[in-house]
């Protein structure tokens, strides 16, 4: 089966410790994506990469840290110096074709919380 | 700055009836609009979209509709049903990946 696979589904980490949170893909898409959701607001775009060694930052990329190792492997790290971790984390991917994309396609989410 | 917005939080209609979910937009460079069905504790998925050179585009019971003059689109569920009771969120792109914008989602809730 093609997809996206987030883990862990839950993750509890204590203040101050920084935490790589797993997104994987086997659709072959070129371009993945790091968003975060928080209540009652939209999804807000951490990072994203277009090919392997190559990423950008979003909206919200401070205290934030990612790679592009392996097409198919876009790891996050919450650092320390991410002043309000807790949320809820969704990996996506989609095709990537000149400056054009297509629809994304979500990971199941990681719900990160930090005390 | 919210870029997509999703003024109703919460939708409640009956099953077999019309469900009608609502986004307003600002920035005039977009020009692909989706939206996008979330379940607890699911990543949301793809529904539908339509370019900004249509003003209409349908797939089975779902239509979305763009009125790009008034910088609106909403989507039409008929019949709704209750599985379609979950969360949608609105996006929108000029076409390159970091200026995908969702709304904050509408709750749907389709009672039998």
């Known amino acids: 089966d093609g997809g996206i696979t987030q883990s862990p589904k839950y993750l509890f980490r204590k203040e101050g410790q920084n935490v790589t949170l797993s997104c994987e893909q086997n659709?072959?898409?070129?371009?993945m994506y790091w968003y975060r959701q928080d209540p009652g607001q939209g999804l807000r775009l951490i990072y994203y990469?277009?090919?392997?060694?190559?990423?950008q930052k979003g909206d919200i990329a401070e205290g934030y840290s990612v790679s592009r190792e392996k097409k198919e492997s876009f790891p996050l790290t919450v650092t320390s110096a991410q002043k309000n971790p807790t949320a809820f984390y969704l990996c996506?991917?989609?095709?990537?074709?000149?400056?054009?994309?297509?629809?994304?396609?979500f990971g199941p989410g990681t719900r990160l919380t930090v005390t | 700055d919210q870029q997509v917005k999703q003024n109703s939080p919460s939708l409640s209609v009956q099953e077999g009836r019309i469900s009608i979910l609502n986004c307003d937009y600002t920035n005039s460079m977009f020009d692909y609009f989706l939206w996008y069905k979330k379940y607890p504790a699911e990543g949301p998925t793809f529904l539908i979209s339509?370019?900004?050179?249509?003003d209409k585009n349908e797939d089975g019971r779902f239509t979305v509709f763009l009125n790009k003059s008034a910088k609106h689109l909403s989507l039409h569920i008929v019949p709704s049903q209750p599985g379609d009771s979950a969360v949608y969120f609105c996006?929108?792109?000029?076409?390159?990946?970091?200026?995908?914008?969702f709304g904050a989602g509408t709750r749907l809730t389709v009672k039998p």
């Open positions: 996006a929108a792109s000029n076409g390159e990946g970091n200026d995908m914008r």
């Open positions: 339509i370019s900004s050179i249509k």
């Open positions: 990469s277009q090919i392997v060694n190559d990423f």
């Open positions: 996506a991917s989609s095709q990537w074709i000149g400056t054009a994309t297509y629809e994304q396609y």
């Open positions: 659709l072959n898409h070129d371009a």
